[in-house]
Every structure is written in structure tokens, then in C-alpha cells.
């Protein structure tokens, strides 16, 4: 029998396997957010600091019952990703996420088109504007950034430039507004198409601009498609991570599912010193939460 010792999050207490799922299993069976407060709350212990991803998690509901079933499994921060996508009304979002005590972490700002394009940096800087705005609707402290779509007509080195130059630009907006701008390198494995893969290029670009509102939004997933060494390169990169995501490999399940040893990984975050919250941008392995939640958990904490 696995007994996991919960230190990390400013409580200790002890909890086996067979305890935990016995929890999760009360909270995936309950349709009333209120039906077992001790229960919900133990949970939202275990899962504290963790940001569920509300396009990845629960996919067979419609998108606002999706922060409803986060606050039910006891998750108290969630991310998101556009912002704009299928006239999504952030007013609506926000009154829930009051309502049900959910804490939005982070959304996607910018998707696309390509800052490889200098004619789109226009495009791009309003759309900053605007999404400060948003992040201070939802009172998040941050928002990702990708627009590192590979034009054919532009050499990588320039793509590489003006999307820098594109971040440099918008760095005033964003002191202004203490919002972070966090750039997400891809992987060239499962997200072709892209410039920008791996730490090396955005720490770079990060570093050349040195903006504490402009840093990375640190997936691991695509990190460990991309270059490996995850935990030597993070230790690395620090000093312009952001954000972290996790989900394992091999099909973006929940750390626990695959082959990283995330129990490691986890441990290297903590020692790192790093204190934000961890997105999980994965999907759970045969739609299943109740085994998703405790592989997180155990994972975390084993």
C-alpha cells in the first residue's frame, strides 16, 4: 500500500492510495458541488498549485460546464486557451470562475497569424492592448503568446528576429498593464510548421529583450520532444520561465501515464525554487479523471 506524504503545498498530512481514490471516486460520482465539502476540500489540498487546462480536461462538456466539473474535482486554478475562440464571452467567464472560487492562471493571447511577418506586428500590438484588458477581466497575471507559424517566403534567422522585435514592441504595454507575456516554443515532432522549438531560441529572445513581463511559457511536453534533458535544461532556463506545463509522453496524458519520471520532475521544480502554479495541459488517458487526478497526485507527492 502507497502512502503519500503531502509536505509540498504548506500542509502535511498522509493519505494512501486506496484513500485517494476513494476521494477522487466520491468526487467524480457527485453531480452537487456541495454534496461533500470534506472531500472537495481534501482534494483541492492535493491539487493545489496544479491549473487544469479547460480544453483538454472534460471534453464532452460544453466549455462553461467545464469550470463547473474543475471546481467539483477540486481544482481551484484553471487555464484556457483563446480567448476569442467560438465568441467566447469573457464576462461570463469570469462571473463563474468568481462564483465557483477558480483562479485563471493564464489564456492564450495570441495563436496566430505569424511574427515572422512584420505586417502583422500591427495586427499584433492592438491585440495586445486589448488582451491586457481581458487579463485584468479575468484577473489573470498572465497570457501566452505563439504566432511562430514558418512562412516559406522568410529564412528562419529573420523569422527569429521579428518575432523578437514584435515582443520588444509590445514590452511597454505590457509594463504598463503588469500583465506577462509568455512565449511558447512548439516541438518540431507533433507540431510541425513552427520556428520556434525548444528553450534555445526563446531564452535568447527573452534574455535580449529582459522584461519581467516578457518570460516562457515552459511545456515540458514539447521541451522533451524537442531537446530532452528536461530537468538539466530547465535548470538553465530559469531565470526566464514564466509558466510550466506538464503532460507525458507518449500521448499528452497525464504525468504518470508514460515514460517521464515526473515524480523527479516534480521534485526538480520545487528544489529549483520555482512557486507559480503548473499547467496541466494534458489529456487524460481514456477520457478517465477519477485515474488521471490520482496519477497526478501520486506523481506529485509519491
Known amino acids: 500500500m502507497v502512502h503519500l506524504r503531502l509536505i509540498k503545498c504548506g500542509f502535511k498530512m498522509s493519505i494512501t492510495r486506496r484513500e485517494l481514490i476513494a476521494v477522487l471516486g466520491t468526487l467524480a460520482t457527485t453531480s452537487n458541488l456541495h454534496a461533500d465539502q470534506s472531500s472537495q476540500q481534501q482534494s483541492r489540498q492535493l491539487l493545489q498549485g496544479l491549473a487544469c487546462n479547460m480544453e483538454s480536461w472534460w471534453t464532452d462538456l460544453d466549455f462553461m460546464q467545464r469550470f463547473e466539473r474543475a471546481a467539483q474535482a477540486g481544482f481551484s486554478s484553471v487555464e484556457f486557451w483563446e480567448h476569442n475562440k467560438n465568441n467566447r464571452n469573457m464576462n461570463s467567464v469570469a462571473a463563474l470562475a468568481r462564483k465557483l472560487d477558480l483562479n485563471i492562471v493564464q489564456f492564450t493571447g495570441w495563436g496566430g497569424p505569424s511574427l515572422a511577418d512584420t505586417s502583422n506586428h500591427y495586427g499584433f500590438i492592438e491585440t ?19 504566432g511562430h507559424q514558418t512562412l516559406k517566403t522568410i529564412p528562419q534567422a529573420e523569422s527569429l528576429v521579428n518575432l523578437s522585435l514584435a515582443l520588444e514592441t509590445a514590452a511597454p504595454i505590457l509594463e504598463d498593464a503588469k500583465k506577462m507575456l509568455i512565449l511558447e516554443p512548439f516541438n518540431p515532432v507533433d507540431h510541425q510548421g513552427h520556428f520556434l522549438n525548444g528553450s534555445a531560441d526563446a ?8 522584461s519581467p513581463f516578457i518570460k516562457i511559457n515552459w511545456d515540458l511536453y514539447h ?25 507525458d509522453i507518449p500521448g499528452r496524458h497525464q504525468p504518470g501515464s ?23 495541459e494534458c489529456w487524460p488517458e481514456n477520457n478517465d479523471e477519477k485515474r488521471a487526478i490520482a496519477d497526478i497526485i501520486t506523481q506529485r507527492f509519491g
Open 223 to 247: 521541451m522533451q520532444l524537442t531537446e530532452g534533458n528536461i530537468v538539466d535544461n530547465l535548470y538553465a532556463g530559469i531565470d526566464q520561465v514564466g509558466y510550466i506545463q506538464v503532460a
Open 258 to 280: 508514460g515514460e517521464l519520471n515526473y515524480n523527479f520532475i516534480f521534485n526538480a521544480i520545487d528544489a529549483i525554487g520555482y512557486k507559480g502554479p503548473i499547467g496541466l
Open 128 to 146: 495586445m492592448k486589448r488582451v491586457t484588458e481581458i487579463a485584468h477581466q479575468l484577473n489573470a497575471p498572465m497570457f501566452t503568446v505563439v
Open 203 to 210: 531564452l535568447r529572445i527573452c534574455r535580449e529583450i529582459d
